[in-house]
């Protein structure tokens, strides 16, 4: 038997939704204000759900302009943003845009942009690589627009803390 979030139950229920509503693991929400299918929720379900990519629906070229830092602490997470030209921004907040501390994970196709406070980064890596697994981050841009016309400079671009090993870039 299957219930569904309103509590509608079948045994030959076809194709329905159930739980929350959430569409993750597709972020179909481009802003950080708490919407169940924006980059923060999909993260936050992949975290603790595991073995999880995350893409990405929204419209190319979109900047998601974060409140805070977006912590990926969950096993083999791939955050895909290939040919999307997403771009994270910490807004000029005192805080990393994404602080990695899964023992695997890989980030591809993603623009992170503005974490320029001090000893912040776009891309914060500590702990990765754990457990055997590798810490990935592959075509992702740095520090500008991913047309290269804007200097929106990052502290660090992506910083691998000491003892932190497994880590491809």
């Given amino acids: 038997i299957v219930t569904d979030a309103s509590g509608n139950s079948s045994m030959f229920a076809g194709n329905i939704q159930v739980g929350s509503g959430s569409t993750c693991p597709v972020v179909s929400v481009g802003g950080d204000a708490g919407d169940p299918s924006?980059?923060?929720?999909?993260?936050?379900?992949?975290?603790?759900?595991?073995?999880?990519?995350?893409?990405?629906?929204?419209?190319?070229?979109?900047?998601i302009d974060l409140a805070s830092?977006?912590?990926?602490?969950?096993?083999?997470?791939?955050?895909?943003?290939?040919?999307?030209?997403?771009?994270?921004?910490?807004?000029?907040?005192?805080?990393?845009?994404?602080?990695?501390?899964?023992?695997?994970?890989?980030?591809?196709?993603?623009?992170?942009?503005?974490?320029?406070?001090?000893?912040?980064?776009?891309?914060?890596v500590n702990g990765g690589g754990s457990g055997g697994?590798?810490?990935?981050?592959?075509?992702?841009?740095?520090?500008?627009?991913?047309?290269?016309?804007s200097n929106l400079y990052n502290y660090y671009g992506v910083y691998i803390a000491p003892n932190t090993s497994k880590v491809r870039v």
């Fill in 38 to 63: 924006d980059l923060r929720a999909c993260i936050t379900q992949a975290n603790t759900d595991n073995d999880t990519t995350i893409t990405f629906s929204i419209a190319d070229g979109t900047t």
């Fill in 69 to 124: 830092e977006l912590p990926l602490t969950g096993s083999n997470i791939f955050l895909n943003g290939e040919d999307k030209e997403i771009l994270i921004s910490c807004n000029s907040g005192n805080f990393n845009a994404l602080n990695i501390t899964s023992a695997s994970a890989t980030v591809q196709g993603l623009g992170f942009i503005e974490c320029n406070n001090a000893d912040k980064a776009g891309i914060y």
């Fill in 133 to 149: 697994g590798w810490v990935n981050l592959y075509g992702n841009t740095i520090g500008t627009d991913f047309a290269d016309s």
